[in-house]
């Protein structure tokens, strides 16, 4: 079974422009959650979306949103990209919600100049 | 406030030698706990996940415990190797929306 990919892998933005990352799950998984990474926060949650809703939300601003297609594949959208929106991103497939295993991506590294 | 802590932050020991790994937290209701491992720049890979009433989990020379009664956890890494060189992220899902609460990790350098 092929396992969460993510694209792209690694990204560069300026300061002000919006970026679309992207995400397929496992197979069969209708749970989508994103994470942001970085060195002196650890992995913050950002949402969670499960058959097309959000179901979950992180304490993020409004300029990160997110959406689920019916295939289960998600996106994630940062919108007037700041410095410190600088991080790995990822996101993680289960086939039900939190109370099952999640399964990660290797990421999106996101750097904004 | 639902909280995870780990501790140490880094770790460093040789090749061979074994180690322990400490998770404290808060969160409730606790519904269960995971450790990650996860290598530079890839995602992280589930070790284990345990229930309240799981107070011991093995994945081959990792091997987790939870006391849910002091609500702490540790994992124990048995005869390390050059691989277990990563991060260990404990996880615990619970609190009033039924969330994940992540701790900062155990950075772990395994040297020769």
Not at chain 1, 26 to 52: M, N
Not at chain 1, 100 to 113: A, H
Request: charged content about 15%; hydrophobic content about 30%.
């Amino acid at each position: 079974k092929a396992g969460v990919t993510q694209t792209p892998r690694y990204l560069i933005k300026t300061r002000g422009q919006q970026v679309t990352l992207s995400c397929s799950p496992i197979s069969g998984h209708r749970s989508v959650s994103w994470y942001q990474q970085t060195p002196g926060q650890g992995l913050q949650f950002l949402f969670e979306y499960f058959s097309e809703t959000q179901r979950n939300k992180g304490n993020f601003p409004g300029r990160f949103s997110g959406r689920q297609f019916s295939n289960s594949r998600s996106e994630m959208n940062v919108s007037t990209l700041e410095l410190g929106d600088s991080a790995l991103y990822l996101c993680a497939s289960t086939p039900q919600g939190f109370g099952n295993e999640q399964f990660f991506g290797p990421g999106t590294r996101l750097t904004v100049l | 406030k639902n909280q995870v802590e780990q501790s140490p932050q880094s770790l460093i020991i040789l090749e061979g030698k074994n180690c322990t790994l400490q998770c404290n937290y808060t969160v409730s209701p606790f519904s269960n706990l995971r450790w990650y491992k996860q290598d530079t720049g890839r995602g992280p890979v589930s070790l284990t996940i345990m229930t309240f009433s799981e107070n011991t989990k093995s994945n081959g020379r990792y091997t987790a415990t939870l006391d849910a009664d002091t609500k702490q956890s540790s994992l124990h890494i048995t005869a390390s190797q050059l691989s277990d060189s990563a991060s260990y992220i404990c996880v615990v899902a619970g609190g009033s929306q039924g969330n994940l609460i992540f701790g900062k990790g155990t950075k772990l350098s395994v040297k020769p």
